[in-house]
C-alpha cells in the first residue's frame, strides 16, 4: 500500500469512530498503523479531574506495547462539538516520546493552516535527547 493510501486510511478510520462514538459531541480519536499492517484505536477518557486525562493517542499505543508490535504511523483527529469539520492534531510531547520508542522513523500527522494530511516525526524533535533513537 503507498503511503498516502496509509495515510488516507488512518484519516478515514479515525473520522468513521469519531461519528459512531461521539456524534455531534467535541471528541478526539486516535489510529495507529503497526508494522503488519494492522490499525489499533482509541479515544480520549475525560475525567473529573482534567490533570489525569489521557490524549487519545494513549490507548493505541498500549494496544501496540501490549501485542508487542511497532508502529509506523500515528494519527490524531479531532472536532468541536455540533461541528462536522475534523482536524488533525499534532501529538503532545508526551505523545511524542512514548512515539519514539518504537523510533525515530514513526510517522506522526500534524495539526496545518490548509488541514491537510501531513506526517513526519523527526521534525516535531531534530535534537531528540536519546541520540541511539535516530
Known amino acids: 500500500m503507498k503511503e498516502k493510501e496509509i495515510e488516507q486510511e488512518m484519516f478515514d478510520i479515525g473520522c468513521k469512530l469519531l ?3 461521539y456524534g455531534n459531541l467535541e471528541s478526539g480519536v486516535g ?27 494513549t490507548g493505541t499505543i498500549l494496544e ?13 483527529v479531532v472536532k468541536k462539538e455540533n461541528s462536522d469539520y475534523i482536524e488533525n492534531l499534532s501529538p503532545c510531547g508526551v505523545c511524542q ?28 524533535q531534530p535534537y531528540y535527547w536519546r541520540l541511539d533513537k535516530k
Open 97 to 124: 516520546e512514548r512515539l519514539y520508542f518504537f523510533g525515530g522513523e514513526v510517522m506522526c500527522a500534524v495539526s496545518n493552516i490548509e488541514n491537510k494530511l501531513i506526517f513526519k516525526l523527526k521534525d516535531l
Open 31 to 57: 489510529v495507529v498503523r503497526v508494522e503488519d499492517g494492522t490499525y489499533y484505536t482509541s479515544v480520549w477518557n475525560e475525567t473529573l479531574n482534567s490533570s489525569v486525562d489521557l490524549c487519545a493517542e
Open 64 to 76: 501496540a506495547h501490549k501485542f508487542n508490535k511497532k508502529i509506523t504511523h500515528s494519527l490524531c
Open 19 to 21: 461519528k459512531e462514538r
